[in-house]
């Protein structure tokens, strides 16, 4: 890629960031009209479809769906822009293993006063990622940054 054409880039969060005021803005309105327990099921199932999605979309851009081109796409889309800050536990061809320690996407989605929305917006979608990108790897995550941890910590595994 050329100095011009990374200059042009969108990170991720970059991403998340233009996208997170008209997207909240959208799920309160539809909250008021049809009811928030509505709401949010239609808003689950459009975020589900659209992570799936992606998750087939970066595994055809990255030229797989392993581990290894799920480090990649941790580091260099999702933790692109120092996003994320990342301790790697275990990486191997049957597990990736890491905490979050830093995550921007939470400052972020807490700066725009929409941080209740932040673990549907952004956290839920990495489960249905995986749905797309390789319904063989399973991602156990038992706590959020977003969620009031002081640690995300995925476990990716080859499913037996």
């Known amino acids: ?15 998340r960031e233009i996208q997170a005021p008209i997207v909240s803005s959208l799920i309160k309105a539809f909250a008021d009209k049809t009811g928030y327990d509505k709401a949010m099921e239609i808003v689950k199932q459009v975020i589900r479809e659209d992570a799936i999605l992606s998750g087939r979309t970066l595994a055809d851009k990255y030229g797989g769906n392993t581990l290894i081109e799920l480090s ?6 999702w933790a692109s822009d120092e996003a994320l800050k990342i301790e790697i536990l275990k990486e191997d061809e049957d597990e990736l293993c890491f905490n979050v320690n830093s995550c921007k996407y939470a400052d972020m989605y807490e700066k725009l006063g929409i941080k209740e929305l932040g673990c549907l917006l952004s956290c839920s979608r990495d489960f249905w990622f995986m749905e797309g990108f390789n319904p063989e790897i399973e991602l156990i995550r038992t706590k959020t940054i977003m969620g009031g941890s002081e640690c995300c910590d995925f476990r990716y595994v080859k499913k037996v």
């Open 72 to 77: 990649k796409i941790v580091n260099e889309v």
């Open 1 to 15: 890629m050329d100095k011009k054409e990374s200059d042009n880039k969108i990170t991720h969060l970059k991403c």
